[in-house]
């Protein structure tokens, strides 16, 4: 039997991939409304692109707390901290590409 144990660290790599997502919305979308993208194109890029500068800061973080000796394995729905950053890489380039072809 697989016994999952909810950790406080792994949330942080959830919450840290929502966080980065939002803030290059909050940043990136209007400067790419400026330079003439539809609202939906910039919006997905910006996400995208929130995503994966989300899971770049993420995985040193996931290596730091594997390499801890605390011997706990640090999870989130089961899912550990690099896998939420494959996910949030994954998310990103899909929305990345799926903003293009919106642009056009």
Same mark, same amino acid.
């Given at each position: @039997? ?9 949330? #942080? +790599?959830?919450? =840290?991939? @929502?966080?980065? $997502?939002?803030?290059?919305?909050? #940043? #990136?979308?209007?400067?790419? =409304?400026?330079?003439?993208?539809? #609202?939906?194109?910039?919006? &997905? ?18 290596? &730091? $707390?594997?390499?801890?000796? +605390? ?5 989130? @729905?089961?899912?550990?901290? *690099?896998? &939420?950053?494959?996910? %949030?890489?994954?998310? %990103? ?8 072809? *919106?642009? *056009?």
């Amino acid at each position: @039997m697989l016994h999952v144990r909810w950790s406080g660290f792994g949330v #942080l +790599s959830a919450i =840290l991939l @929502m966080t980065a $997502m939002i803030a290059a919305t909050l #940043l #990136l979308r209007p400067i790419f =409304l400026q330079h003439g993208m539809p #609202l939906h194109a910039a919006a &997905w890029l910006a996400d995208g692109l929130g995503l994966l500068i989300g899971a770049a800061i993420n995985l040193p973080l996931a290596r &730091w $707390m594997r390499d801890r000796p +605390s011997g706990k394995r640090h999870s989130f @729905m089961g899912l550990g901290m *690099q896998a &939420w950053s494959v996910i %949030g890489a994954i998310g %990103g380039i899909a929305l990345i590409i799926a903003s293009h072809f *919106q642009a *056009q």
